[in-house]
């Protein structure tokens, strides 16, 4: 088995072995993982964070040691916490990193960082402040940053600055936490999930006060929540139909 860690800002997680297959997600500076499998100049991986899997591009990652995945993977996060920042190789050149870049490595790629972290569990009532960084980022399927972000990538990043893990997906995140009867017994921060016709769970928004959500639609956005689902301020109709509401905090 080899191991890797990301020393470029944003690369994208493919579903196939091919610049133009679907991008899946994307893993941001720092992070790291196992390498499943090789073929020709992609490899497979699966995120020590997650567990997700895909394909990237080999020239896109740097090789690094068991011992030094096994370290950084049981490391507490330290987090960058500006919307994006640089980090300076031993050469002095520099490279851009995104919200949520992990800099445990930094001293493994020689690099250094003088910018602000954010470490360790915070308060339940941080993650809604959290999530307004994330206001009017673009709907980018696959993607985890301000400049692009999906449903689910968004609901991650947001629990993940705060010190908490989710799973990848909307219908992985349906999985965790405590479902809760009632929108009323909900508070900040809780999720809302949301499902199609066939009953599959296809969206999720984060919860806030009177009756308010924030999720990735379009743009991460404000709308309102309701028994039926949420309803769209700007179309005056309802987008996604309220499946069900899990406290995970």
């Known amino acids: 088995?080899?191991?890797?860690?990301?020393?470029?800002?944003?690369?994208?997680?493919?579903?196939?072995?091919s610049d133009s297959s679907e991008m899946v997600s994307q893993i941001l500076y720092g992070?790291?993982?196992?390498?499943?499998?090789?073929?020709?100049?992609?490899?497979?991986?699966?995120?020590a964070f997650d567990k997700y899997e895909g394909w990237i591009d080999t020239k896109q990652y740097f090789k690094i040691s068991k011992e030094n995945y096994n370290t950084l993977r049981e490391d507490k996060l330290k987090l960058?916490?500006?919307?994006?920042?640089?980090?300076?190789?031993?050469?002095?050149?520099l490279y851009s990193i995104p919200l949520g870049s992990q800099l445990n490595g930094l001293s493994l790629l020689e690099h250094t960082f003088d910018g602000k972290i954010i470490e360790?569990?915070?308060?339940?009532?941080?993650?809604?402040?959290?999530?307004?960084?994330?206001?009017n980022a673009p709907y980018l399927w696959g993607g985890k940053t301000?400049?692009?972000?999906?449903?689910?990538?968004?609901?991650?990043?947001?629990?993940?600055?705060?010190?908490?893990?989710?799973?990848?997906?909307?219908s992985q995140q349906a999985t965790q936490g405590e479902a809760l009867s009632f929108i009323?017994?909900?508070?900040?921060?809780?999720?809302?999930?949301?499902?199609?016709?066939?009953?599959?769970?296809?969206?999720?928004?984060?919860?806030m006060q009177d009756h308010h959500i924030i999720h990735a639609h379009g743009k991460v956005r404000i709308d309102r929540l309701d028994h039926s689902g949420i309803y769209n301020v700007d179309t005056k109709t309802h987008t996604h139909k309220l499946r069900v509401i899990k406290k995970v905090i």
């Open 184 to 207: 009323e017994e909900s508070e900040p921060g809780d999720l809302a999930f949301f499902d199609n016709t066939e009953g599959n769970i296809i969206h999720v928004g984060i919860i």
């Open 80 to 93: 960058s916490f500006d919307l994006i920042d640089c980090v300076v190789d031993k050469n002095q050149q």
């Open 1 to 17: 088995m080899q191991y890797g860690i990301c020393n470029l800002s944003i690369v994208p997680l493919r579903l196939e072995a």
């Open 146 to 170: 301000p400049f692009g972000i999906d449903c689910s990538g968004f609901t991650q990043m947001v629990y993940k600055l705060n010190g908490y893990k989710l799973l990848r997906d909307a």
């Open 120 to 135: 360790g569990r915070k308060e339940k009532d941080n993650l809604i402040p959290t999530a307004f960084s994330y206001l």
């Open 31 to 47: 992070d790291v993982f196992k390498i499943k499998d090789i073929r020709k100049s992609w490899c497979k991986i699966q995120l």
